[in-house]
């Protein structure tokens, strides 16, 4: 990158951080209180309508590019008076002392099936929670008379609106024709369902395979995904930051992490904007590998993973200054810290004996460093384990009840969904158990497990059957590589979303958000093309017939002009139809070199193929992962 594109890179970079820092935590200069005591929300009557003019004057130009119903004049007046008597359009506004200061309204007749809806309130008013109120309003009056929901458009950059929508339970479906706003959807049978945490953990895992791991993505990789994922219906976005990724600017060694805590800054603020909690993780005992090597006499005593954990008991000084400098950096976007616990390591010297004192001692600390500024969610990984004093553990009798009832009530913690009675424990405590649907992308295998596209919609119907009948009120999918998983992903949410569309309906949503953004009507039998291929990929995971694989290739291969994301899916495809098909009379460094040349025009797979062009040993590497995949598809 030359010296002219970095800085314009680096510019781009700070006016989306500038922006999002004012619409997301303004002043408290700019904050007018919430003292909205003498607020009247009701409908607008014919002796309002003098008092329409008023408000515009009180928009800002700001505001008013934002809003723009109508061209601010007269004739507007007197649209907004035409239609106070139409009964397929509702306008309400809010008063303070009879003064107009918001507006919100409905008419029929909207793109997407629903009526199209407007809000705005005067900018002497902003930051009250007034256009929350007015939405909550209106919304009543449509479910009174019959509506299923609402639908809106919002320009991409009005961050404080979309959160506010999407905070309102607002989805993306597209975007305008012009691409400058956003088109969302707010159905009212969304209310209904029983999931009301619908989480993903991204993992970063450090694989370094650009881009198919998180840890490599960019702020526009995050911003595709989270959009995506709010599309689904996904509340909650955590991460993870591995010991390798941490950086601290007192480590030189370390530098070279720094742009990662922006990049998932940034990422993790663009969540807020989209309606999402966001979480950050990581593990009670771990430290970069140049730190544990440095501190031989302060190392664990490993079990799990070796060579990045020290002893909490002896290394705590050494442990603190990278979970204090992660938790300064996230804490303005982070709504909770999550402490993982035994893994990816854990200590079982002398003197970690009595793990839950070891855990309530790390819980303690970091709350006092945290300070109040996130809440903190504990991850009491491998705790069954733990308990019965397997993996090197001594034992710890009713460790389970012992640990949740030394939390909070109330407060949230992550265990593996398949570990029922100890989220039925948790449960008993008053706490709200995050089930880790770890299914969805184990580790492992070269990675052969999470590359290979596989939508596991069998998979995601029975894990959603099996949560119902358990009384699950919320999830947490683990997801390492989303662009070759991301049907998993819509379709696991929007499952947990509404429990009676059916699947067609779903993947075909999503084929239409991928392959029609802008609602074209000519492009409207690209989501059912979306759909059927995705359906044939499923298929062929269960029946390997050689026709479900043949039908996904090619359907998704017609549709690769229309998004990113379907070019990444089909070449992803592709690549598992050559591997379905074995080595026939070739050897492995054949076959390998023969798929490394199909794989290197597919940017999806620059990681595998591209970035390691210029080392033999990487062909290497390479061929170990093709071995791992054939394997995999034999058994």
């Known amino acids: 990158m030359n010296c002219l594109c970095r800085k314009l890179c680096c510019a781009q970079q700070g006016e989306f951080r500038a ?11 700019g904050i007018m209180g919430d003292n909205t005591t003498n607020l009247t929300i009701r409908f607008l009557a014919d002796v309002d309508v003098p008092k329409i003019s008023p408000f515009f004057k009180g928009l800002s130009e700001t505001s008013r590019s934002f809003y723009h119903p109508y061209p601010f004049d007269q004739d507007a007046v007197a649209k907004i008076e035409e239609e106070l008597h139409n009964p397929s359009c509702v306008h309400m506004g809010a008063f303070s002392d009879e003064k107009l200061v918001g507006h919100v309204w409905y008419r029929g007749g909207g793109e997407d099936g629903y009526p199209g809806l407007g809000v705005a309130v005067v ?24 509506e299923q929901g609402l639908a809106l458009t919002c320009y991409r950059e009005n961050y404080r609106a979309i959160r506010v929508y999407a905070k309102q339970g607002y989805r993306l479906v597209g975007r305008t024709g012009d691409d400058v706003q956003f088109r969302m959807v707010r159905n009212f049978a969304d209310d209904d369902t029983p999931y009301t945490i619908r989480g993903v953990y991204a993992s970063s895992i450090p694989w370094n395979i650009a881009p198919l791991t998180t840890d490599t993505w960019s702020l526009d990789d995050w911003k595709w995904y989270i959009e995506l994922l709010n599309a689904a219906g996904c509340n909650l976005l955590k991460l993870y930051i591995w010991p390798t990724q941490y950086y601290h600017p007192d480590e030189p060694e370390l530098a070279s992490n720094a742009w990662r805590y922006q990049v998932w800054h940034d990422a993790l603020a663009y969540a807020r904007v989209m309606g999402m909690e966001t979480h950050v993780g990581f593990s009670s005992g771990t430290v970069p590998p140049s730190t544990w090597l440095r501190y031989p006499e302060l190392r664990a005593e490993d079990v799990n993973y070796t060579g990045i954990t020290l002893c909490w008991q002896r290394g705590k000084a050494r442990i603190l200054p990278y979970q204090e400098y992660l938790i300064d950096t996230f804490a303005d976007v982070a709504d909770s810290f999550v402490l993982w616990f035994a ?3 854990a200590c079982i010297c002398s003197e970690c004996r009595d793990y839950l004192w070891v855990m309530l001692d790390a819980l303690h600390t970091l709350s006092k460093v945290i300070d109040g500024r996130a809440t903190i969610t504990a ?10 004093g397997r993996s090197g553990f001594a034992p710890h009798p009713n ?3 012992r640990i949740a009832a030394e939390l909070p009530e109330g407060s949230a913690v992550i265990i593996r969904s398949v570990e029922y009675e100890t989220i039925d424990i948790m449960r008993e405590h008053g706490l709200v158990p995050l089930p880790l649907a770890f299914f969805l992308d184990p580790e492992g295998g070269f990675e052969s497990n999470n ?16 949560g119902l009948s358990e009384k699950h009120t919320a999830s947490l999918a683990y997801r390492l590589t989303p662009h ?13 979303l509404n429990p009676t569309q059916s699947r067609e309906s779903v993947l075909t949503g999503l084929g239409e958000y991928v392959c029609n953004p802008h609602g074209r009507k000519d492009f409207r039998d690209e989501g059912t093309h979306f759909a059927s291929a995705v359906e044939s990929l499923d298929r062929w995971w269960s029946d390997r017939m050689e026709q479900d ?13 229309r998004h990113d994301a379907v070019r990444n899916l089909a070449d992803a495809a592709t690549l598992l139809r050559q591997l379905s098909r074995g080595l026939g009379d070739q050897s492995l460094e054949e076959f390998t070199e023969d798929l490394r040349l199909q794989m290197s025009p597919m940017p999806i797979f620059r990681g595998l193929t591209l970035d390691y062009l210029w080392s033999g040993r990487s062909r290497v590497f390479l061929q170990l992962r093709v071995q791992n995949w054939l394997n995999r598809l034999q058994a």
């Open 484 to 496: 070759t998983q991301y049907p998993g992903d819509y379709y696991f949410f929007r499952r947990q």
């Open 343 to 345: 893994d990816p390591g």
């Open 549 to 561: 694989l043949e039908d996904t290739v090619t359907g998704l291969n017609a549709l690769t002009e």
């Open 19 to 29: 922006k999002l820092k004012a619409l997301l935590y303004p002043t408290k200069e």
């Open 399 to 401: 460790l389970r009840h």
């Open 451 to 466: 590359i290979l596209p596989e939508p596991k919609l069998r998979q995601i119907d029975a894990w959603f059957e099996k």
């Open 379 to 388: 991850c009491p990984w491998w705790i069954e384990n733990i308990e019965a």
């Open 123 to 146: 900018d002497a008013f902003h930051n009250r929670g007034i256009g929350q109120q007015l939405m909550q309003q209106i919304e009543g009056i449509a479910r009174e008379r019959g």
